[in-house]
Nanobody, 124 residues
Framework: QVQLVESGGGLVQAGGSLRLACAAS????????LGWFRQAPEKEREFVAA????????VYADSATGRFAISRDFAKNTVYLQMNSLKPEDTAVYYC?????????????????WGQGTQVTVSS
């Protein structure tokens, strides 16, 4: 089991930046791919970005490509989501999730453990 705790959310103006962090704890964190998903009010959860076990493969949703960057720090057992050029439509609760031995899937059903989420609000 891996426990995930997100942080870094907040209120930002359109065009601004935020960096989300997801701290993972557990004995085998290095065996998990990690992903970011988000859910806006009255909308379904959607994939944002994911990074493989090794960190060598990253996958992004079309909406995130060119604006967001996912990375992981193995020493700190933390995955980051750097979000630039934020838009009001990026407003959502952002969740971190883990996928044992995963390869950065965009399919949320593959992820076994989820954090509690962090709110991101982008004002226009």
């Amino acid at each position: 089991q891996v426990q995930l705790v997100e942080s870094g959310g907040g209120l930002v103006q359109a065009g601004g930046s935020l960096r989300l962090a997801c701290a993972a704890s557990g004995r085998t964190v290095s065996r998990y791919a990690l992903g970011w998903f988000r859910q806006a009010p009255e909308k379904e959860r959607e994939f944002v970005a994911a990074i493989s076990v090794s960190g060598g493969r990253t996958v992004y949703a079309d909406s995130a490509t060119g604006r967001f960057a996912i990375s992981r720090d193995f020493a700190k057992n933390t995955v980051y989501l750097q979000m630039n050029s934020l838009k009001p439509e990026d407003t959502a609760v952002y969740y971190c999730a883990s996928d044992l031995y995963g390869q950065a899937s965009s399919d949320g059903a593959r992820y076994e453990n989820w954090g509690q989420g962090t709110q991101v609000t982008v004002s226009s």
